[in-house]
């Protein structure tokens, strides 16, 4: 029987053959580049979609951001809808935003009773406020009328038999007086030759001024302690008693106050870099130009200070390195700021640079104002509330330095660690230049800086006490706007130093303007080390 017949194929060297093969690799190829191109394109889809949608979320950050801005502190408690129609509504009050913010949600179903008793406790009253015992007590014994000094049931007269007590805060207004003040003139009637001798003239803050001590006092206390400009004091002086005085005379009792202050306030700079530890921040403050162009320049105020010591402002027109630079000179002790590149590669060679953790806490919490949903910052903020609650438990347990040290030694490394973890793991998910994206940068770029309270006891987490020192003048160039000359402003900052040291240290700041202020002209710069309000305050405690 013969082999079954197989089927005999072409050589591949057949012309035609080969062609067809080469048609076929050619779609082929073609199918398999045009496969490629399209998962090339998907994924650059995919890239561009997730780009887009993050971008939409800066944007709406951004959008988010402004609104929290324009309707204030509380606006963050506002949801998206709310602002959405807040936004649309002309004029607008911040009360009503306060209240808004307050309301239960615009959608959804209403809250059932078990939602309401589930919610968040309302704080308990802390009952009614006593008042201090260091203010003087002036009595009034309100008397029965006559009907009640007789008894109902015998007709006799009653007896007093105690008293029921309370106690209001009262106030007496501002009393204005003029106090004449006469110089006893004496002279003897046998020897004339020896002449008149008249009684030395009291020491005083400004010579022959209209004015007492007081009402200078006064002047720059309201001014510089309770933000109120000088144009409404001369009003209210002018309602109270007739007085003109005009503002002019009145900004010539505070320059004046500011220039007797300086050299006092030079001896504090001195102590303070003697000092192992400064906090440092700047703020913003317009000064008044005469240059005819009707604009402000924007100069600066440095604040420099240590915890529980005196506090010293250094008046700048700018912003630049060379204010601390020049301030600071060779201080080789710890230095902590914020993250401004000014405050780099100043002071001594030893000089130690440490970061502020409120800072980087802060740029979270605006991560989380503009999209609350945000769980990473969320995660990271408590963290960090948590590094601050061990400085918390160290205070309410009133512990030193080193026992201070102790503690965070044994609980902040290991929250230091995973905040580090949670940081870097959080950046990877976010654009750079997202609120959260930012923030992950200045506390990464910073974190060694951050970190310093491990070596040193005596560093605080945060530079808020120095943020603190900066309200006065915040809250005050909105009511008094600016400086009104560039000259002016040494002596502003001299002021602003002694009122902030005095808060600083409970010093009753118009006691202490009384005590040093009279003669101080006259005082030898050798003896101002024994004016400073820490020398004063130690003066008061012996």
Request: a neutral charge.
């Amino acid at each position: 029987m013969s082999a079954p017949l197989q089927p005999t194929l072409p050589p591949l060297t057949d012309p035609i053959v080969a062609e067809i093969v080469a048609q076929m690799r050619q779609q082929l190829d073609t199918q398999t580049q045009q496969l490629h191109a399209q998962e090339k394109q998907r994924q650059a889809d995919a890239r561009e979609l997730a780009y887009a949608q993050l971008k939409i979320q800066v944007l709406e950050e951004r959008l988010r951001k402004m609104r929290i801005a324009k309707y204030g502190k509380a606006s963050e408690k506002l949801s998206d809808l709310q602002l959405d129609l807040l936004e649309l509504e002309p004029g607008v009050s911040r009360e009503e935003v306060e209240a808004e913010s307050q309301r239960a949600p615009l959608s959804g179903p209403p809250a059932t009773p078990e939602d309401r008793n589930t919610h968040k406790p309302a704080r308990k009253h802390p009952g009614r406020q006593t008042l201090p015992a260091h203010l003087e007590r002036i009595e009034k014994i309100v008397a029965c009328t006559p009907e009640q000094c007789i008894c109902g049931g015998c007709s006799k007269e009653t007896i007093v038999i105690g008293y029921e007590e309370s106690e209001v805060l009262d106030v007496k207004p501002a009393e204005y007086f003029v106090r004449v003040t006469r110089r006893e003139k004496r002279a003897c009637k046998q020897c004339e030759e020896h002449g008149v001798v008249v009684a030395s003239v009291p020491e005083c803050i400004i010579p022959k001024s209209l004015v007492s001590d007081q009402v200078i006092i006064d002047t720059v206390v309201a001014k510089y302690c309770n933000s109120l400009p000088l144009y409404r004091q001369s009003a209210i002086l002018k309602r109270d008693t007739g007085l003109d005085i005009s503002r002019s005379t009145m900004d010539g009792w505070v320059m004046q106050v500011g220039e007797l202050l300086q050299p006092i306030v030079r001896v504090m700079r001195s102590e303070l870099l003697g000092e192992s530890y400064i906090q440092a921040d700047e703020t913003p403050v317009g000064v008044q130009m005469h240059d005819k162009r009707g604009k402000n320049h924007q100069s600066y105020l440095w604040q420099y200070g240590s915890p529980g010591k005196g506090v010293i402002f250094d008046f700048r027109m700018g912003r630049e390195r060379e204010g601390p630079k020049q301030f600071l000179g060779q201080f080789n002790g710890i230095l902590q700021t914020d993250g401004y590149a000014a405050y780099d590669h100043i002071g001594g060679p030893k000089m130690v640079h440490a970061g502020c953790l409120a800072h980087a806490r802060r740029k979270y919490i605006d991560a989380l104002k503009v999209d609350p949903k945000d769980q990473d910052s969320a995660r990271i903020v408590a963290l960090m509330d948590e590094l601050f609650a061990i400085d918390g438990e160290a205070r309410d347990k009133k512990m030193d330095h080193a026992q201070r040290h102790a503690l965070r030694m044994e609980k902040a490394p290991a929250l230091l660690a995973e905040l580090r973890t949670q940081i870097l793991a959080a950046q990877k998910r976010v654009l750079p230049r997202s609120t959260a994206g930012k923030a992950a940068s200045y506390t990464l770029s910073l974190w060694n800086k951050l970190t310093r309270f491990l070596e040193y006891p005596e560093l605080e987490l945060s530079n808020n006490l120095a943020e603190n020192s900066m309200r006065p003048v915040a809250i005050g160039r909105k009511n008094w706007v600016h400086i009104g000359h560039e000259d002016a402003g040494p002596k502003i900052a001299a002021i602003f130093s002694i009122v902030e040291s005095c808060r600083r240290l409970g010093l009753p700041i118009r006691e202490y303007l009384a005590a040093v202020l009279p003669g101080l002209a006259s005082r030898s710069t050798k003896t101002l080390d024994q004016l400073t309000p820490v020398a004063y305050e130690a003066a008061k405690a012996v």
